[in-house]
């Protein structure tokens, strides 16, 4: 029998690092060597293959850091990337060549579909609106979800050449048009009850198209969290999103 991939969860204590914990335990080909929470130190997981972080966007750039120095994979769940924490991250691989680091913003299936499918339908539809669903603990809006989400179709109506949306908009209450995201709308609702869900709203001459994900359980981000733990071992540098590793 081959070896089991040592794996430490970051955030452990958290409502993803909990699920993540559960599921690494119960994966055959993987071993739970370490947990780390807040206020611990990071030497806990020194004995790791990969950690998986769950933290907080505040926190995770220095998990990061520590981890890609070690020479030690990290498969990154955590939400709040920019291009420039990217352009970091990509500078410390560029010093370790044979770490890989897999960050999506999204480890459900349907939701990775979800926004291939957005990503697909943009280039035909005049206007474009997001509206992500949350839990109100949620630290961050809108979501990192939300946010990719935009940049495809951002990305897609630029390479079909289309014009900025229509909207007259001259009086609003600030915040009542929701985020723009390089040119799109998005908006974002917090309620007890949700955890995690996203409509993406295209409208065109007579006709609408609603392209809609809901996460109803934390389990739903477990095979994906799994599947990038294994294909972080042969990644070497940044993948970004869960799509290139279907
Ligand atoms: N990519 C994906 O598919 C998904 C991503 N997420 C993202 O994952 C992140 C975590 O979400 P969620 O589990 O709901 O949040 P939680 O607040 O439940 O969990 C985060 C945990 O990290 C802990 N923590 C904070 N700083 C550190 C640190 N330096 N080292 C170790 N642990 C630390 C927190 O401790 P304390 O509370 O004491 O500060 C907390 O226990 C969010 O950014 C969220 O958006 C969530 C779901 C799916
Ligand atoms: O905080 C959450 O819960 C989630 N965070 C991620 C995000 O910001 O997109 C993924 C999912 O939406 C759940």
């Given at each position: 029998?081959?070896?089991?991939?040592?794996?430490?969860?970051?955030?452990?204590a958290g409502r993803?690092?909990?699920?993540?914990?559960?599921?690494?335990?119960?994966?055959?080909?993987?071993?739970?060597?370490?947990?780390?929470?807040?206020?611990?130190?990071?030497?806990?997981?020194?004995?790791?293959?990969v950690i998986v972080?769950?933290?907080?966007?505040?926190?995770?750039?220095?998990?990061?850091?520590?981890?890609?120095?070690?020479?030690?994979?990290?498969?990154?769940?955590?939400?709040?990337?920019?291009?420039?924490?990217?352009?970091?991250?990509?500078?410390?691989?560029?010093?370790?060549?044979?770490?890989?680091?897999?960050?999506?913003?999204?480890?459900?299936?349907?939701?990775?579909?979800?926004?291939?499918?957005?990503?697909?339908?943009?280039?035909?539809?005049?206007?474009?609106?997001?509206?992500?669903?949350?839990?109100?603990?949620?630290?961050?809006?809108?979501?990192?979800?939300?946010?990719?989400?935009?940049?495809?179709?951002?990305?897609?109506?630029?390479?079909?050449?289309?014009?900025?949306?229509?909207?007259?908009?001259?009086?609003?209450?600030?915040?009542?048009?929701?985020?723009?995201?390089?040119?799109?709308?998005?908006?974002?609702?917090?309620?007890?009850?949700?955890?995690?869900?996203?409509?993406?709203?295209?409208?065109?001459?007579g006709e609408t198209?609603?392209?809609?994900?809901?996460?109803?359980?934390?389990?739903?981000?477990?095979?994906?969290?799994?599947?990038?733990?294994?294909?972080?071992?042969?990644?070497?540098?940044?993948?970004?999103?869960?799509?290139?590793?279907?």
């Amino acid at each position: 029998m081959s070896e089991t991939i040592p794996v430490a969860v970051l955030g452990a204590a958290g409502r993803m690092g909990t699920e993540v914990c559960k599921a690494v335990g119960a994966a055959p080909d993987m071993e739970l060597t370490a947990t780390v929470d807040a206020g611990e130190p990071l030497d806990k997981a020194a004995a790791a293959r990969v950690i998986v972080d769950f933290t907080t966007p505040g926190a995770v750039m220095e998990n990061l850091r520590w981890a890609i120095g070690r020479g030690i994979h990290a498969v990154v769940g955590t939400s709040g990337f920019t291009e420039e924490k990217f352009g970091q991250v990509r500078a410390w691989l560029a010093e370790k060549p044979g770490v890989g680091v897999v960050v999506a913003p999204n480890f459900g299936i349907g939701a990775v579909l979800m926004m291939e499918f957005a990503a697909k339908a943009a280039r035909y539809f005049e206007s474009v609106e997001i509206i992500e669903q949350h839990h109100p603990r949620k630290l961050d809006a809108p979501s990192g979800t939300a946010t990719h989400t935009a940049r495809l179709i951002a990305a897609a109506r630029a390479e079909a050449g289309l014009a900025t949306m229509p909207d007259a908009t001259a009086d609003e209450i600030p915040g009542a048009r929701g985020a723009d995201v390089e040119g799109v709308r998005v908006h974002a609702v917090r309620a007890t009850g949700l955890i995690a869900h996203q409509e993406v709203l295209f409208g065109a001459l007579g006709e609408t198209l609603t392209i809609r994900h809901d996460s109803l359980d934390r389990a739903s981000f477990m095979p994906g969290v799994l599947l990038a733990t294994r294909e972080v071992l042969t990644r070497p540098g940044l993948t970004v999103g869960l799509a290139p590793l279907l």
